[in-house]
């Protein structure tokens, strides 16, 4: 190395050790004092500047989907609806559509009483969303009625608007993003506009649950000299129906085996639409694979 080089090379490393002293000294200092910061303080502070990072970025809020049906990418479309009750409407029913109820294509509730939940009030971003009044007795033992009610609205004001329907409770959390991939499934894009389609989580209602709920004997005696179980898909996870399903149940709610009696009131809402489809060979699809 040349006489010059050594004395570059000197000198870089004296610059940097200077560096590395005034680096420690400053640290040190900071650090001193910051310990005496209170929490509320030491929350406010930048620290070296930190906070320019966070000037820089801007978060746009992803808008809302599209009702758009002519616009590519939004299919398949998906209405969400909740049945709720008006002491529900600033807690779960606000939760909801604060958070995943967004992702729906459209978010409807239903209630004894009717109402708008707002989120994001005087916001470039704000949302309204509906709560639908049915003049039905709001309590879970008449949670088979109000979905009835619910569903015969659905079919007239919105039947033609969206490809799929998708019941939950009103404390339910769904990933719509995931169903609406799983509704894309070549399985189910073969089929759903050929045949009536409802998917979701399935059970089997215990035989000593069963003859409590219907009663009848006649209908109880037909119904078991054509099945032996009762398998319906879970209402509080939710499940998600097609058009034809929209049109079948609808069309069949005033049967007699669509327990449309106050008789048959208390009948849980899941199982009450898996019996009505039933007598229609329409039958719950269970969308666990392998893995649960």
């Not at 989120?119 to 639908?132: F, I």
């Not at 399985?187 to 050929?194: A, G, H, M, P, Y």
Request: charged share 25%; glycine share 4%; hydrophobic share 35%.
């Amino acid at each position: 190395m040349t006489r010059f080089g050594h004395q570059v090379h000197g000198k870089l490393t004296v610059f940097l050790l200077t560096i590395v002293l005034f680096i420690t000294l400053s640290s040190a200092s900071t650090d001193s004092s910051v310990s005496s910061l209170s929490k509320e303080e030491l929350c406010a502070l930048d620290v070296q500047s930190s906070r320019r990072v966070l000037d820089i970025l801007q978060v746009t809020p992803e808008p809302a989907p599209s009702h758009n049906e002519s616009e590519p990418g939004v299919s398949p479309r998906i209405l969400c609806f909740a049945v709720s009750y008006s002491a529900q409407h600033q807690t779960r029913v606000r939760a909801v559509a604060e958070t995943w109820g967004q992702r729906c294509d459209k978010l409807l509730f239903f209630s004894n009483l009717s109402d708008i939940i707002v989120v994001g009030a005087d916001t470039p971003s704000e949302r309204r969303y509906e709560v639908v009044h049915l003049d039905i007795i709001a309590d879970h033992a008449h949670l088979w009625l109000r979905t009835r009610a619910a569903l015969k609205y659905l079919h007239t004001h919105y039947r033609h608007d969206y490809d799929w329907f998708y019941k939950c409770d009103d404390d339910t959390y769904a990933i719509i993003e995931n169903m609406k991939k799983y509704l894309k499934r070549p399985e189910i894009l073969q089929r759903v506009n050929r045949e009536p389609m409802q998917m979701g989580h399935r059970f089997n209602m215990p035989d000593n649950a069963f003859n409590s709920y219907i009663r009848n004997k006649m209908l109880n005696a037909l119904w078991r000299s054509r099945w032996d179980r009762m398998v319906y898909n879970s209402g509080g996870a939710g499940y998600v129906i097609n058009r034809l399903y929209l049109d079948k149940i609808v069309d069949s709610l005033q049967d007699w085996t669509c327990l449309p009696d106050e008789a048959s009131a208390t009948m849980p809402e899941d199982a009450g639409v898996s019996f009505c489809m039933m007598w229609n060979d329409v039958y719950p699809w269970d969308t666990r694979d392998h893995r649960g």
